[in-house]
């Protein structure tokens, strides 16, 4: 499988720019976007009235630029059945795989304008971008060239259609002391809610937005929204078909057209709790087998790097962990942890279990060259704020006066590894913050250099008792996916009042890990950090996924002082 760096066909738009002169007017279109003229925006090759149902996303956001993404084609895809969708979404589709429609299938080129300007007028890139129909008809744009800390505002045209108009900030400069501040996403089940969480993300004032993973699911849980018939993709196209159907909703498109987007990736984008050697559980391992684990993660892989605004390293094609540096206030870190790991330790069993493998020698959840690079970039950084973008909860979670961890795909599987990364933080590392995904629940908590708070119940499964701070730790609950509050788990011998069980089991939590400063079993959102020189402060926001009209309010906010791995309740 090939997977070129990009599919620009660069003509610069200088050489027009040069003939028409600065005092260009350009004529205005009914929606008062400016209509170029110019030979990167008309002539032979434009494809004819371009549909772009799928939306814009800026991805990756650099001091020069970012890479711009769209996809020609109809929105939507897949089949589903049950109830229509609401809040400005598509309802149930055909099934099939989303036809990209005779444009998107005959190839061809489309025009891209960027300006600092939001009626887009006097362009400082106006190219040809080539739509390649063996990747789905997307779109990879690497725009450079551009200033740092600055507003930019973009569009895809074709002959005769044109994109919405997107935006996005480019990394602050170097020597910039600005606050930063980073909006955070996760688990977001098409069909388990709505996405009123998106519409409120997309009017924050951020500098850019994280997915914290599974921003699709391989399988469906029957919900709000029907439920989707494509479950479980055995092929590319199957696979493709799903990034259609969650980016048909229009409050994750407004979101994608008003942020710069990083992506990370974990599970759910192929398969629950998979590990670089097979997945844990075939839930049709008759198919599965017949077409073989490494194929289907390989088709995994393509879709999502076709689906997602994100450049491609030119030695390691298929790697995607990375850092950003914004300024002098944040270096963001962004790990894989999902495709370098070991075979959970027990069988990753779904019980809450006592595993004297969780703690073994040699167990990796990063690999070792990732390990490295992440060990280094932190202790190396002198930004202010060391931040990680971490799939998987750091911290240790003792459910029982035994010891038992919650769940093994955690860090609580690896756990030598993780005493290694966090020793490392507390001796070398000022000011770390994680911020988490997976879950489904929400929690905040005080990362100590083995995980566990001194007086964490051991029991059975020794959990050894920190002696060091290493930094705090914010796990975002889901968009939409269902938590332990929406009845997905059995707690307290009881589902009968799932809310009211979760209520009492975020006691429970507590009570064993006393480094949990929070917990919220119940409610539905997305985070935001804000760091500046002084504090980083982090923003639970809570929203209805029942409610496509749902408001926005903020649950609970903490902040931890610069120095001090501590965690203060506002």
Sequence with gaps: MSFPDRNVSRRSFLTGLSVVGAAAVFPVAAQATPVLRQAPDSGAGLIRNPEFGNGIMAGVPRTDGATLWTRIGAPGGGGSLGSASAGGSLGPGSLGSGALGSAGAAGGELAVIVSTREDLSAPVLAERVQVREDADGTVHFDATGLAPGETYYYQFRGDGGESPVGRFRTLRPADSNEPVRIGWFTCQGFEEGYYAAHRHLAEEDLDFVVCLGDYVYEFTMPGVRGFDLNAFPQGLDSMRDKYRRYRSDADLRLMHSRHAFLPIWDD???????????????????????????????????????????????????????????????????????????????????????????????????????????????????????????????????????????????????????????????????????????????????????????????????????????????????????????????????????????????????????????????????????????????????????????????????????????????
């Design 268 to 570: 759910h984008e192929f398969r629950n709790n998979y590990s670089k050697d097979g997945w844990t559980f075939p839930v049709i391992s008759p198919i599965d087998g017949a077409i073989g684990f490494q194929q289907k993660k390989q088709w995994a892989w393509q879709a999502w790097f076709e689906h997602m605004p994100v450049p491609r390293f030119a030695d390691d094609p298929l790697r995607t962990y990375r850092s950003l540096r914004v300024g002098r206030t944040v270096e963001l870190f962004a790990p894989d942890t999902r495709q370098y790991r070991d075979r959970q330790a027990c069988g990753d069993s779904l019980d809450h279990i006592v595993c004297a493998d969780a703690d073994a020698p040699g167990r990796t959840m990063l690999g070792a060259p990732q390990k490295r690079w992440l060990l280094d970039g932190m202790t190396g950084s002198d930004a202010t704020w060391k931040v990680v973008a971490n799939a998987n909860m750091m911290m240790g979670m003792v459910v029982a006066d035994n010891g038992t961890r919650a769940y093994m795909d955690t860090w609580d599987g690896y756990g030598a590894e993780r005493a290694e990364i966090l020793s490392t933080a507390a001796q070398s590392v000022g000011n770390m913050v994680l911020v988490t995904g997976d879950d489904h629940d929400g929690w905040a908590g005080e990362l100590w250099d083995t995980g566990f708070a001194p007086g964490t119940s051991s029991g059975e499964q020794v959990n050894a008792p920190g002696t060091a701070r290493a930094g705090v730790e914010f796990v975002v609950p889901s968009v939409t996916s269902t938590n332990t509050g929406d009845g997905g788990y059995t707690v307290g011998g009881s589902s009968g009042d799932p809310v009211g069980a979760a209520r009492a089991e975020e006691i429970n939590r507590r009570d064993h890990n006393p480094h949990i400063k929070h917990a919220d079993m119940v409610s539905h959102g997305y985070g935001l950090l804000d760091v500046d020189a002084g504090e980083a402060r982090f923003s639970f926001r809570t929203v209805d996924k029942l409610n496509p009209n749902a408001d926005v309010v903020t649950s609970k906010s903490f902040r931890t002082p610069a120095g001090q791995a501590v965690l203060e309740s506002d």
